[in-house]
């Protein structure tokens, strides 16, 4: 009899080692699906570059907790994001802006970094770059002919970070358009224009800055920029001559040469 209980126990021990060690397993692959899955993620004002930010964040939740306007969530399980990590959904609750950046001094990783929103030694919070507002021109009411300036108004740059652009309505003859067009440098991504959006789907939207912003290239130079024109200061060019480039380049365009003979 009790060699059958012993062999029972033996069983069971068993049983919950295996069950144990299933679950642990289903936990880390869903940690790690969700560690992955974060290209639409939003961080918060001054954050390093993500995958920087996400060596650097030690989930500790003091900027969570120091945010007056309850704009920051820590990620859960379930969330889709890197468990622990902070972020924020600008049409729940958006950056409010506060001038002393309350979220960042506390970070004691480095995670959010203080010199990328500082100016002169100063903290600035228009030098945040959280991400950038992107226009739907297919659904925005304002495309339509419908005068909306919603968006327009509740950017805390007002004429800066969002411009109007008018143009006439074709369709009615009578009617302008107010168009909202979004300055990209100018952006912080805070995120007030999607909460403030009036259609059912936000049709202004936040997105990451890398997933938005193009990058021209050093080998274009902006030619009515001076500051731009600084980089060419130096450089150096070489011209090379053929006998082809002697010629006139109509008298080249127009030679016959060699086709009327066939």
Known sequence: MEKNIDRRDFFLKVSRSVGLATLGGLV?????????????????????????FLKSCIKCGMCVSACPYDTLILAKA??????????????????????????VPVCPSGALDVSRVSNNGKLDINKAKMGVAVVD???????????????????PLLGEAIVLEYAKNERTGKHAFLKPVVKNDVCTGCGL?????????????????????????????????????KRVKNATSETTTTDISKRDAIDSLNDMEGLLDE
Request: charged residues 20%; contains cysteine; glycine residues 6%.
């Open 28 to 52: 880390w692959s869903a940690y790690i699906d969700e560690a992955t899955a974060n290209s639409l993620i939003l961080r918060p004002p001054s954050a390093l570059p993500e995958e920087d």
């Open 78 to 103: 379930g969330d889709n994001k890197p468990l622990g990590t902070p972020y924020f959904v600008p049409r729940d609750i958006p950056c409010y802006m506060c001038p002393e950046i309350p979220c």
């Open 137 to 155: 021109s297919q659904n925005c009411i304002a495309f339509w002919g419908i005068q909306c300036d919603a968006c327009y108004r509740a950017c």
């Open 193 to 229: 224009c999607e909460k403030a959006c009036v259609t059912q789907k936000a049709s202004i939207t936040i997105l990451p800055r890398e997933l938005v912003m193009g990058v021209a290239g050093d080998h274009y130079i902006k030619g009515w920029d001076k500051n731009d024109e």
